[in-house]
């Protein structure tokens, strides 16, 4: 309605050229006065209301007041028509006009643009709190954990990872081992027999003859693996558990070498204050035998921790590991290893005990129930 | 065994305290594993390594104690006395079996009084946790805690004949011993009888008809050799365990007799009154004491240990542990005394100085450097492999290598462990688990009890595997195969990290996933899958697994015949792979191919087929079709349901072309495209859906 009124009445003044430009001013006046009152509503950037409807209705307000048709565009045309000494007076007249409509439109969009991304992303805002996507994964046995860790040490010592046949020969679990017929450590009832008359190894130590028959001397190996007893389950005994076991031969090994060796890795293990002990003691494929302790690594062998007695150590301080010594002549004999040019030693140990003392496990049971409940608390 | 302090004290000088005298025996290889007062008494339970028989009484251990403080020993020394003469002493004492019966000493005791042990006795019995029983019973027992001397008083009056005739068993006699037992024997076992029946056990138990009891008065005191492996043998057969028995069956000192039985007489007669009469010693099979040729102790003590221990002080230590040595033409010769079975070799002698010198003097050395470690050849694919299950939600099991026989021929086996033909599993003697002796051919059993385990704990969501060997019987004689198997297991849904519940529930195609990674991650071939009935697996739902066309596994859903033994109430579905076949297969190998300059050209088609043929029968034919355009076929989706009849599949497929020198135009595609589709149409009969 508006528009229209202004464009009658400039098209009644055309035919006349004038210098005063009363009427020319009065339509810009009229455009502005007209943008004024339309845009008022936008002045204000505060005023709530639908950002993305707001800006719409402001894109149709710049169209009617900017565009082809608009009172202003009408205003630019009369630049043209008014008499040419105030043509340059009326032109600046127009152009401030249009600057001001322009500028406020421009500033006015801007703002209503940044209301409408922020109502965006606020819509679009997440709880990051939720958690990630992606499968509950597993986690190894812990066993194969301990495992791993020892391995590494004992590669990065220049050891060679060594396994073997699980169901041997008494040859292999016990003659070449210096345990001949008769041997009480024979007769226990602690091995397993199949009905082929073969034995479930009771030892990880018949790796050191098959190795050594394989891969001859000087030989450093370790010897991971499944060892089979008749001991009925309880909180400490398994019928089958794992064993690792270390051999060391060369000219001119000594009981030295093997305390080096066995305290190197447990300070790997569990930190460099590790301090070991060894004890005499007797296994058939050793002479001398020793079984080795280390410094409790809970109470650092202090035997208390917080005050109390500590538990892995039994509040003694040490933790009982395993068995060494130095490989028995009869051993190295029967793997065609000459025992005056040749020397070596041997360790082994429990895994099983191992993992119980890291991980603080009181019934050694768990690690063959295969509840997730205790597997998973392995990460 | 408890060792009482006291008691050390009467035979040595100890000014110790007693943690200190705990030390230095632990020190010498006797470990004391505890301390416990017992009124003025301290006892020490001392671990005695099986090599050791020396060190089961208080007379050994002092030995020991002796020779790690440089004390002098003082004990019992017996009398000269002189046997009854062999000719007269056969009438009393007749060994038939010397082989295994070396030695036997017999000394009659008569008028003695039997009854309660003076409280010296009981007192010394009860703090190395022995029961008294009556004064000459216990002197036999304090004797043997003592001197290391098995022995055993007979009532003189019930041994028929009264005499000693120690022979094997005739078939079908028996006896009630001591425990109230009655054992029968058989040939193969050597008895002490008298001139008709069994009295006792030969180092085992006495009878229980000739045991001394409140009305003996005459007392035959036998104190006896008998071989170690023969009385083990005996008393293994018999199932019993005694105080003698493990003394003879590791050694006893066959030269400690006639001390041990004029002690045990002095002392009976000391307690319970009476006079001895005659001693009867018969020995027909003496043992030989080893001698060891040493050229320099000194050096092979620095040989195996790497201590400086000189000449005379290796000599000193063995000395006062009773090995003699003497110089023979400048060789000295070393004897392992009476009481000592563990001492034949050089290394022998090293040890008994290097711990009489102190473990804790030998140097902390490492070896000098060597070649590099390595490990196993198949570690790092079995890493891989076990970190790629892991990632995939499988947590790894282990469980028992024995099963039950319940369980066979229930799961059908690898095929390099299911040979059909005369195949033996592995078995057991017998176990420590009920039923568990069989060596598994399958891994399944464990996982599913895992299974049913977490199931009965109330965890549905279960995903495990398991990396172990299996096992097979060859031709006698020869060993069992073994076999490294991969287990895997699936039940519930597919459970994400930190949330409770699933979002879907495990198929299938979950467990062939893991498969196909697993094989992904040994970096071998990829895995082919065909249909296939297996013995535990439900037909329709199961696969054989196959490398190189050659069957290496199956997978599927558990059969409901295994699942209602189970009493599963969710589908199960396992995977069992012949892992060391897997292994051995053709690495995965790559090769750069250039990438490509020209644009493709994509044509999804869209057939309707059945059951069959397989989405992989039909990629198949397109992949091997020959048409040279074709770059890569693929499956886009497979849709079953909606207005497609029952048991129909909509199968879309993408066709890509390409050509390395030229973008292709429509009709040369168009071309190639209707070539395919017609080789699809003869070959599978499959038509395009409109």
Redesign the interface.
């Known amino acids: 309605m508006l528009i229209y009124s202004v464009f009658s009445v400039l098209s009644f003044r055309r035919p006349w050229t004038n210098t005063n430009m009363i009427e020319e001013k009065e339509t810009v006046e009229a455009a502005k006065a007209a943008f004024d009152g339309e845009f008022e509503k936008f002045v204000d950037p505060g005023v709530n209301g639908d950002a993305a409807a707001r800006l719409s209705e402001l894109v149709a307000l710049r169209v009617r007041h900017t565009g082809k048709k608009s009172a202003l565009a009408e205003s630019k045309k009369l630049i043209g028509k008014v008499a040419p000494e105030v043509r340059g007076e009326f032109g600046q007249l127009v152009q401030s006009v249009e600057r001001s409509i322009v500028e406020r439109l421009d500033a006015a969009e801007a703002s209503l643009k940044a209301a409408v991304s922020e109502a965006k992303t606020e819509a679009e805002r997440i709880d990051v709190t939720l ?11 812990p ?2 954990i301990v495992r ?1 860790r020892i ?1 590494e040490i ?10 073997d ?5 008494d040859y292999y679990n016990f003659d070449a081992l210096n345990i001949p017929e ?1 041997h ?2 024979r ?1 226990s ?1 602690d091995t ?5 008359g ?1 034995a ?1 190894r009771s030892q990880t130590s018949t790796v050191q003859i098959r190795a050594m028959e394989r891969r001859g001397v ?1 030989i ?1 190996i370790i010897a991971p693996g ?1 060892v ?1 007893r ?4 309880d909180m400490t005994h398994v ?2 558990f794992h064993q690792i076991e270390g051999l ?1 031969v ?1 000219k001119g ?5 093997l ?3 066995v ?2 890795w447990l300070k790997r293990l569990f930190g460099e204050d590790t301090i ?7 296994f058939p494929f050793t ?5 080795f302790d280390f410094s409790c690594f809970k109470c650092h062998g202090t035997g208390k921790l917080e005050g109390e007695r500590c538990r892995p150590c039994k509040g003694s301080g040490w933790i009982e590991l395993g068995g060494s010594g ?1 490989v ?2 009869n051993v190295l004999k029967a793997v065609g290893v000459d025992p005056t040019v040749y ?1 070596g030693f041997a360790f082994g140990f429990g895994l099983e005990r191992m993992a119980a003392l890291m991980y603080s496990i009181d019934d050694i049971r768990h ?7 205790f ?2 608390q392995f990460r | 065994m408890d060792i009482s302090l006291n008691w050390l004290k009467d035979l040595i000088n100890i000014d110790l305290s007693a943690e200190a005298t705990a030390e230095a025996l632990t020190r010498v290889g006797l470990a004391v594993e505890g301390i416990e007062r017992h009124g003025d008494d301290t006892v020490f339970d001392v671990d005695i390594t099986s090599n050791r028989p020396d060190c089961l009484s208080h007379l050994g251990i002092a030995r020991e104690l002796g020779a790690a403080l440089g004390e002098s020993l003082d004990v019992f020394e017996p009398e000269p006395e002189i046997p009854m003469p062999p000719v007269l002493a056969h009438d009393i004492v007749r060994i038939d079996d010397p082989k295994r019966c070396y030695r036997f000493t017999a000394r009659i005791i008569r008028g003695v009084k039997v009854g309660p042990s003076p409280k010296w006795l009981v007192d010394r019995l009860e703090a190395v946790g022995e029961r008294s029983i009556n004064n000459v019973a216990d002197i036999t027992n304090y004797v043997m805690l003592e001197l290391g001397q098995p022995m055993h008083a007979f009532d003189l009056d019930k041994l028929a004949g009264g005499r000693i005739i120690v022979r094997p068993a005739r078939a079908g006699e028996k006896m009630v011993t001591l425990d109230d037992v009655e054992r029968s024997f058989d040939e193969s076992m050597l008895l002490v009888c008298d001139a008709e029946k069994p009295a006792a056990i030969g180092g085992v138990i006495g009878g229980l008809e000739s045991a001394i009891t409140d009305s003996t008065v005459n007392v035959l005191l036998e104190v006896a050799y008998f071989r170690p492996d023969s009385v083990r043998t005996l008393a293994r057969k018999l199932g019993v365990s005694t105080e003698a028995s493990h003394r003879f069956e590791r050694g006893v000192d066959i030269d400690n007799i006639v001390r041990a039985s004029q002690r045990a007489a002095n002392l009976i007669c000391e307690v319970a009154g009476g006079q001895k009469g005659e001693f009867i010693d018969i020995y027909p099979t003496p043992i030989h004491r080893t001698e060891i040729e040493c050229g320099d102790v000194s050096n092979a003590v620095a040989r195996l240990t790497g201590m400086e221990v000189s000449e005379s002080k290796a000599v000193s230590i063995l000395d006062a542990l009773g090995i003699e040595s003497e110089d023979r033409n400048g060789l000295r010769v070393f004897c392992s005394p009476s009481w000592r079975y563990d001492i034949s070799i050089e290394e022998d002698l090293v040890e008994e100085v290097a711990r009489h010198t102190g473990y804790e003097k030998i140097k902390e050395l490492l070896p000098p450097a060597s070649g590099a470690g390595e490990f196993q050849a198949a570690e790092p694919q079995k890493a891989s492999v076990r970190n790629c299950l892991i990632d995939m939600g499988y947590s790894e099991a282990l469980s028992y290598s024995f099963i039950d026989t319940a369980w066979d021929d229930v799961f059908q086996p690898v095929p390099k462990l299911d040979r059909n033909e005369g195949v033996r599993s592995v078995t057991l003697r017998d176990s420590v688990i009920e039923n568990a002796v069989r060596m598994r051919q399958t891994a399944l059993p464990g996982l599913l009890d895992a299974v049913k385990l977490n199931n009965n704990h109330q965890i549905r969501d279960v995903r495990l595997f398991e990396i172990g060997k299996a096992f097979i019987s060859e031709e006698p004689g020869e060993l069992p195969t073994e076999r490294e198997l991969l287990c895997i297991v699936g039940s519930g849904g597919d459970l994400h990290a930190d949330r409770v519940e699933p979002e879907r529930t495990l198929d299938f195609f979950d467990l062939k996933g893991a498969v196909e990674g697993a094989f992904e991650a040994a970096g071998v071939e990829a895995a082919e899958f065909e249909a296939a009935d297996l013995l535990h697996l439900r037909s329709g739902q199961s696969a054989s697994i196959l490398i190189a066309g050659n069957k290496v596994g199956a997978l599927g859903r558990l059969s409901e015949e295994i699942a209602q033994k189970y009493k599963f109430r969710q589908p199960v579905f396992v995977g069992e792979l012949d892992l060391t076949a897997v292994l051995a297969a053709n690495r995965r190998t790559s090769s750069y191919t250039p990438i490509a300059k020209f644009p493709s050209v994509r044509r999804d088609v869209t057939f309707e087929v059945g059951r069959t043929p397989a989405v992989a029968a039909i990629l198949r034919s397109a992949r091997t079709s020959g048409e040279p355009l074709i770059e890569h076929v693929g499956l886009v989706t497979v849709f079953e349901g909606g207005s497609l009849s029952p048991g129909h599949r909509a199968v879309t497929i993408r066709v890509e072309y390409r050509s390395a020198e030229r973008t292709l135009s429509e009709e040369e595609v168009e071309y190639s495209h209707s070539r395919l589709l017609a080789r699809l149409d003869s070959e599978l009969g499959l038509r395009p859906r409109k």
């Open positions: 958690p990630g996507r992606r499968i509950k994964r597993g986690t190894l046995h066993i194969t791993r391995e004992f590669v990065s010592m220049g050891y060679s990872i060594e396994d046949r699980e169901i041997e020969t008769g009480p450590a007769e009832q397993f027999y199949t009905t082929d073969f479930l000087p450093r499944k089979f008749r001991d009925t389950p019928p089958m060391c060369d090994i000594t009981m030295a070498h305390k080096g060796t305290t190197e070991t002990r060894f004890r005499p003691s007797y002479e001398p035998s020793a079984e130095m028995h002549p020397s690690l063959f129930d295969n509840d997730l409940r597997l998973e």
